[in-house]
């Protein structure tokens, strides 16, 4: 069984900084790739960045040049940078880890940016 642990939201200002990791457990074979959602209360959840297991990155319009996304393959964490946050980046992060089979997610960890 894998599990997702996702760590390190909270409530900041906004222009402030948050790091969020993501940590899977478990037997993993042939991670494509792994990445973060969010969702928003009353919105659909969203990519924000993705990462392959080759190194390759997709990121979200609104979060280009604010968010990095990082991953350390040999111990299957994923990281997501956010800098210059802004109130409407305020939601539900979640943790995503896609096989060749089936997609996995976190719990989700929440991020409040106050104006």
């Known amino acids: 069984q894998v599990q997702l642990v996702e760590s390190g939201g909270g409530l900041v200002q906004a222009g402030r900084s948050l790091r969020l990791s993501c940590a899977a457990s478990?037997?993993?074979?042939?991670?494509?790739?792994m990445g973060w959602y969010r969702q928003a209360p009353g919105k659909q959840r969203e990519l924000v960045a993705l990462?392959?297991?080759?190194?390759?990155?997709n990121y979200a319009d609104s979060v280009k040049g604010r968010f990095t996304i990082s991953r350390d393959n040999a111990k299957n964490t994923v990281s997501l940078q956010m800098n210059s946050l802004k109130p409407e980046d305020t939601a539900v992060y979640y943790c995503?880890?896609?096989?060749?089979?089936?997609?996995?997610w976190g719990q989700g960890t929440q991020v409040t940016v106050s104006s």
């Open positions: 478990g037997t993993i074979f042939s991670i494509n790739f």
């Open positions: 995503r880890l896609g096989t060749n089979n089936r997609n996995y």
């Open positions: 990462i392959t297991s080759g190194g390759n990155t």
